[in-house]
């Protein structure tokens, strides 16, 4: 038979559990507001040397989307700050639009605390998904994708304006999936989670030992075209 052992903090939170005859144990970090940062499922070959350890890391609090709006599209995409932040929603804007008289860009912040990753551990492979509750395509040219890139933001527990332009390059910046990756927004469901794998310079970013600053942009505002 199988046996289930589970231990929880002082917050009444969930942080482990392990399961004899399997042999398969689940670990669980909370911040200081008892939102769940990380989860992992660890199972450990009696044959091999290697343990394979699967983990999932959450948003950190500084995630969120800033936008700059402007009648130029020169002047909203090259701005140093935004028009206006948001990072203590649960939803928020990736893309841009464009009103009567205004472009808006919206760029997307995803910071995740990996610090918790061994030094010794090796990672071979990251996806990154994220909830798609609507879309609109206003310029379906080919160029409406959306990609992951790093970010610089200077904190991870919040976000301002002046972060508007930490998303790597303004044009063509270093993306951390291959192009085949890039998701096409004619083809992005809405109410599903969207999925990116990450390549080697995606994950080169993943830090073991602070936070991983990862973003999206769309693809008008990477190739810079309006």
Not at 153 to 166: G, I, K, N, R
Not at 197 to 210: C, K, Q, R, V
Request: glycine residues 8%; without cysteine; proline residues 3%.
């Amino acid at each position: 038979g199988t046996t289930t052992t589970y231990t929880y903090d002082n917050n009444g939170n969930l942080e482990s559990d392990y399961s004899t005859g399997s042999e398969s144990s689940a670990t669980y970090t909370w911040d200081e507001n008892n939102r769940l940062v990380s989860s992992g499922d660890l199972t450990t070959s009696t044959t091999t040397s290697t343990t394979t350890t699967t983990v999932s890391f959450y948003p950190t609090a500084g995630d969120g989307n800033i936008y700059k709006n402007n009648a130029s599209w020169d002047t909203a995409h090259d701005a140093t700050s935004g028009s206006y932040s948001s990072y203590t929603g649960t939803t928020g804007n990736i893309g841009i639009r464009k009103s009567p008289t205004l472009y808006y860009i919206n760029r997307w912040f995803l910071p995740f605390d990996t610090s918790s990753i061994p030094d010794d551990a090796t990672v071979t492979s990251a996806t990154v998904n994220v909830y798609v509750y609507g879309k609109s395509n206003q310029d379906n040219d080919g160029d409406d994708f959306v990609t992951v890139v790093q970010t610089s933001q200077p904190s991870t527990t919040t976000l301002t304006t002046a972060d508007y332009d930490l998303v790597g390059s303004i044009n063509n910046p270093t993306e951390g999936i291959d192009t085949t990756e890039r998701k096409d927004l004619t083809n992005v469901t809405s109410s599903a989670y969207l999925s990116f794998n990450l390549n080697a310079t995606g994950l080169g970013w993943i830090s073991n030992s602070s936070v991983t600053k990862l973003g999206l942009r769309e693809g008008h505002d990477v190739i810079d075209s309006a």
